[in-house]
Nanobody, 121 residues
Framework: VQLVESGGGSVQAGGSLRLACAASGRIFSINAMGWYRQAPGKQRELVAS???????IYADSVKGRFTISRDNAKNTVYLQMNSLKPEDTAVYYCNAGVITTNPDLGYLEVWGQGTLVTVSS
C-alpha cells in the first residue's frame, strides 16, 4: 500500500494550492485520512483529518482557510488551501489508516513521501 501526494509548490501569500493524495495497493477499505505538516526545526503537526463518513477536524491555525475532502471511490484525499500565509510553509504529508486485503498485514498506518509547500511574503 502506498500514498502518492501531488500539488505542492510555491505561491505568494494570499494565494491558493490544492494538494491531492491517492492510495493504491491491496486496499480493502480506508479509515481516517489526514494531512500533517512539518516546518523546518518544528515537530510534525496535524493540519486536518477526515473520517470515512466525512466528519472533519482542523488545526486552529488553518480553520476557515483550508478544506479537507475525500473521494472514497478513488481512495483519494484532498486539501484545498486558501489565503496561504508564510507560516504555512512546510512539507505536507498525507496519512491514512488502511485495512488491507492481505490477512497477514491487516491494518496499516501509511504515510506519503511529503510534498513541499512554500509561501512567500
Amino acid at each position: 500500500v502506498q500514498l502518492v501526494e501531488s500539488g505542492g509548490g510555491s505561491v505568494q501569500a494570499g494565494g491558493s494550492l490544492r494538494l491531492a493524495c491517492a492510495a493504491s495497493g491491496r486496499i480493502f477499505s480506508i479509515n481516517a485520512m489526514g494531512w500533517y505538516r512539518q516546518a523546518p526545526g518544528k515537530q510534525r503537526e496535524l493540519v486536518a483529518s477526515i473520517a470515512t463518513g466525512g466528519s472533519t477536524i482542523y488545526a486552529d491555525s488553518v480553520k476557515g482557510r483550508f478544506t479537507i475532502s475525500r473521494d472514497n471511490a478513488k481512495n483519494t484525499v484532498y486539501l484545498q488551501m486558501n489565503s496561504l500565509k508564510p507560516e504555512d510553509t512546510a512539507v505536507y504529508y498525507c496519512n491514512a489508516g488502511v485495512i488491507t486485503t492481505n490477512p497477514d498485514l491487516g491494518y496499516l498506518e501509511v504515510w506519503g513521501q511529503g510534498t513541499l509547500v512554500t509561501v512567500s511574503s
